[in-house]
């Protein structure tokens, strides 16, 4: 799979005005898109900001896709920014099982020789350990393998389970930095506000 990443920041009396649109009118959109196979929304409260991370069965979709992720984009209303877009190869991951409300987002970057490793490392040791974290529901590991910086989203039923997550979340990311040369650069948590898989005749495609 391969993922979009579109960042935005949110004028303080618009959160609540910027969620309802997106679920109303961007959602339904983007689940219209060719090769879409599932996303996530969420929103830092304190920060104001926030990320949509939009997946899809292969690259050329991804790619394909990006005209019309541009017009939905231009829908966003006054008080939401986009700050980004960013584009990955999805190196691992662990489908969402059922609801979820909180994410941890782990930024990581390293040498590109190191990528290879670090992929093999995350599949073989990070994710059966994150399956043992209480409250664990799933989770993507993007990378960009034309600058070795990535970053791994986490997914929990709640905040307080992720809260409780951290001490070991950061003992597999020590321990992960160790094993593969990789640098942890630093990491986020974040509320789930919105989750959507794709129709079955689209995800059949």
């Known amino acids: ?35 879409f196979k599932g996303g996530v929304w969420l929103i830092d409260r304190t920060t104001r900001k926030g990320f949509g991370l939009t997946l899809f069965d292969n690259e050329a979709s991804l790619r394909a896709t990006e005209g019309a992720a ?8 006054s008080g939401v920014k986009i700050t980004g877009v960013e584009q990955y190869e999805v ?24 990528m ?5 490392y995350t599949n073989e040791t990070v994710i059966p350990a994150a399956k043992k974290l209480q409250g664990f529901k799933g989770g993507y590991w993007l990378a960009d393998r034309k600058n070795g910086k990535g970053f791994a989203l986490t997914l929990f039923e709640s905040e307080s389970a992720l809260r409780a997550s951290e001490e070991a979340s950061a003992g ?8 593969t040369g990789t640098t942890m650069a630093g ?8 989750q959507t898989v794709a129709e079955p005749a689209m995800a059949a495609r």
Request: positive net charge; glycine residues 6%; proline residues 5%.
């Open 1 to 35: 799979m391969h993922a979009r990443v579109t960042r935005s920041e949110v004028a303080s009396d618009k959160v609540d005005e910027g969620i309802k649109r997106i679920k109303e009118i961007v959602i339904p959109q983007v689940k219209k898109l060719e090769g």
């Open 70 to 77: 541009a017009k939905i984009r231009a829908q966003v209303p």
């Open 91 to 114: 190196v691992a991951s662990v489908p969402t099982q059922g609801q979820v409300a909180a994410g941890r987002a782990t930024r990581f970057e390293g040498p590109l020789e190191q």
């Open 116 to 120: 290879e490793k670090l992929i093999k």
């Open 172 to 179: 597999i990311r020590s321990d992960a930095a160790k094993q």
């Open 187 to 194: 990491f986020e948590r974040y509320e789930v506000f919105a």
